[in-house]
């Protein structure tokens, strides 16, 4: 049958494009405009060519927290991804606890993400919170303030808190659409329990995996209220991410030119990883069509 | 319309102009040829003009900031590079 082809159908986008282009290609234009120029306020620009750029990508600055983002994405992912898929296998399916689950796990998703900081903050005191004063009773010198380690591990704790329920939602909701008949086929086989895992559950969580990947992945390397709230980018500079740092240029140093070039680059990694993991999961497993013909 | 606080240069708005030609391009190509002409190649996935144009601009994105961060200011060999890799990404990719 052919498919039927109504152009009006673009007129509906117009209100979605409008919006995309306020919220989105106006102030990437205007960030490109900034990078290029030097600026001391009262919209008054001086061209600096592409100075900014060579200034960014010759900082050790910029490569540390770089390095700090790609670090930090890593152990997330690395973290939340297997336990928000084994969480996900754990809770029941049907039955009184399935919404008790799934609120229980919808609830480190709704509150603010500079609350989150403020709460493991407290919690992670030594003189007036539970964390810290149980660490401290116990012998264990920790201090997030002071100690680098420390602070590592109490944001990662804090994101894995955090995040891994939405990995678990995204997993679960891709675990139980998959019809009864896969199970029973799998019983009939005698497959055993790794096996309905790796070879029914995992692809048919491959689209919800992808999904969670690449949410996950752009927030933990955009990350900013919850470091910031929790040590400031410190002790030092070890916890000071590059989204921590773009703020220090742009707002507290008011280098918008450098600020700028280093927010492209930043988006430019950004896309390129978002682009290879999307391109990699989606094909892998998928079937391959025929080979086209060449432009 | 005051736009002075997007601080438009003469060479950003030759950027830009750049890509909305490509995406112009891009939409005037379809029209003629619907259908994207999606196809394996090299990379082994599938991959349609529109794919192909991305991966143009992105490594070209990725060789300018190379050229800029370890040989100099000066752009327009990254740019001939660029336009290769262009070339190669639509005929092979």
């Known amino acids: ?295 | 319309m005051e736009l002075s606080w997007m601080a438009w240069t003469g060479p950003t708005a030759l950027f830009w102009l750049g890509i909305i030609s490509c995406l112009v391009g891009m939409c005037v190509w379809e029209y003629f040829s619907p259908g994207g002409n999606p196809r394996l190649g090299i990379l082994r996935f599938e991959t349609t003009r529109g794919d192909r144009l991305f991966i143009s601009l992105l490594g070209s994105a990725f060789i300018h900031l190379a050229w800029l961060g370890l040989v100099g200011p000066s752009l327009w060999w990254a740019m001939g590079i660029s336009l290769i890799y262009a070339v190669i990404v639509f005929r092979t990719v």
């Not at chain 1, 490569?63 to 296998?89: K, T």
């Not at chain 1, 709460?119 to 004063?133: C, E, P, S, V, Y």
Request: a negative charge.
């Open chain 1, 1 to 295: 049958m052919d498919k039927t082809y109504n152009n009006k159908a673009w007129l509906l986008v117009i209100p979605v494009f409008l919006l995309v282009a306020i919220s989105a290609i106006i102030p990437i234009m205007t960030v490109v405009n900034y990078s290029v120029q030097d600026t001391f306020g009262n919209n008054q620009f001086f061209w600096a060519g592409t100075e900014w750029f060579e200034d960014v990508l010759n900082s050790e600055r910029f490569w540390d927290a770089l390095g700090r983002n790609v670090l930090f994405s890593f152990i997330i992912l690395s973290i939340e991804i297997p336990l928000g898929i084994a969480i996900a296998l754990a809770m029941p399916k049907k039955g009184p606890w399935v919404p008790v689950c799934l609120v229980l796990m919808a609830l480190p998703l709704l509150i603010p993400w500079n609350v989150v900081g403020t709460i493991w903050q407290i919690f992670g005191r030594a003189d007036i919170g539970l964390l810290g004063h149980t660490l401290d009773s116990i012998g264990i010198n920790y201090n997030y303030t002071a100690n680098v380690f420390d602070a590592w591990v109490t944001i990662i704790v804090m994101d894995v808190w955090h995040w891994t329920s939405l990995v678990v939602l995204l997993c679960y909701a891709g675990l139980v659409s998959i019809p009864e008949a896969y199970y029973q086929a799998a019983r009939i086989d005698g497959a055993s329990r790794w096996s309905v895992f790796r070879f029914i559950q995992l692809p048919k969580m491959r689209g919800v995996l992808i999904i969670a990947f690449l949410l996950r992945f752009m927030d933990s390397f955009m990350i900013y209220t919850e470091p910031f709230v929790l040590t400031g980018g410190g002790p030092g500079n070890s916890t000071t991410f590059m989204s921590i740092d773009l703020v220090k240029q742009a707002i507290g140093q008011f280098d918008l030119g450098p600020a700028a070039a280093m927010s492209l680059i930043y988006q430019l990694i950004v896309l390129l990883v978002c682009y290879v993991f999307f391109t990699v999961m989606s094909n892998v497993g998928a079937e391959k069509p025929e080979q086209g013909v060449e432009d």
